[in-house]
């Protein structure tokens, strides 16, 4: 019987040899595919194995020959994930600083799972990590999972958020506070995770960092509507919403109008997006308007770019550079 039973598992192991043990550099032979099967319990022969590729790849598998049928060998070609897609997805985990350091590990490896043992063993050896600090909340994906169940089922969150202050001994400590919330979206921005949310006790957005959050229930009580909070109206729109934020701080929306030096295009484009409205103002400089939160945050973005961006309106943002440029020279 445990032949039988082996013997109905014999497609799936073929498709596993298939994935962990060939790429376009490493190729398995009919005969060695037989070998492989009989580790595993299961006897074949050469003349069943080109039957059950031909299976696979009526299933859908890539399986390329390479070389003549009686002397060469077998690789998976197209894969669910291609080797620079792995690659970019292995590289924003490791960036993403609101992942501690060992769900970071055991994530990268999932995600290496989905390439041969030869490329996964490069890719491991070729992942470069800048020592940046990580979260140490283990309890992150429970946090995320949950939250997106409170958003999609349209319900209220009761949180304890976590801050850290300086004590009278000049040390840092933790305090927490616990609100009641309505959350909107998740939205990973200037390498954090935020959940935007509505405190009741306020008629604006709050944005509240995941990996602080360190106890939550959801309730029964359905969310504020974000249309009382927020300009949007038919969905809350995530994409828009970031991209009109500045640091996660929240403002009033506004147009704006910067006169740029030329050479700062690209981090305009990169910041605004590309329907921004571009002016030529003469040779060496545009003109950029948009609308976006108009807030501290993005005063201190435009002060980092020093005389080559110019706030032309509004008045309250010109007047924030200006406090800010301020406040730097006092210091000196």
Known sequence: MAGVKNSKLKLLYLAEIFEKRTDENHYISATQLCDELAKLGITAE???????????????????????????????????????????LS??????????QKKTNELVKK???????????????QVYVDNRPKCKNEEIYYTIHYLDEAITNKVKVNITYSRRKITDEFKTASEEKTYTVSPYALIWSDDHYY?????????????????????????????????????????????????????????EQKPIELACNNDVLEPMLDRFGDKVRIQKLDNEHFILRTNAAVSNGLAAWVVQFGGRVKVRMPNDLINAVKQKAQDILNNY
């Open 91 to 100: 590289d924003a985990v490791q960036a993403a600083n609101f992942i501690s």
């Open 195 to 251: 959940l935007v949310c509505n405190n009741e006790k306020y008629d604006n957005l709050m944005h509240l960092r995941i990996e602080k959050i360190k106890k939550f229930t959801l309730t029964k009580e359905p969310v504020r509507p974000f249309t009382e909070v927020s300009s949007y109206r038919t969905s809350f729109d995530s994409a828009d919403y970031s991209s009109k934020l500045f640091n996660m701080y929240s403002g």
């Open 46 to 88: 050469r003349k069943s194995i080109y039957k059950d590729i031909d299976v696979l790849r009526e299933y859908g598998y890539d399986i390329i020959h390479n070389g003549s049928r009686n002397n060469g060998g077998y690789f998976l070609g197209e894969r669910k994930f291609q080797l620079a897609e792995i690659r970019l």
């Open 111 to 125: 995600i290496e799972s989905f390439a041969s043992d030869d490329q996964a063993k490069i890719l491991h050896s």
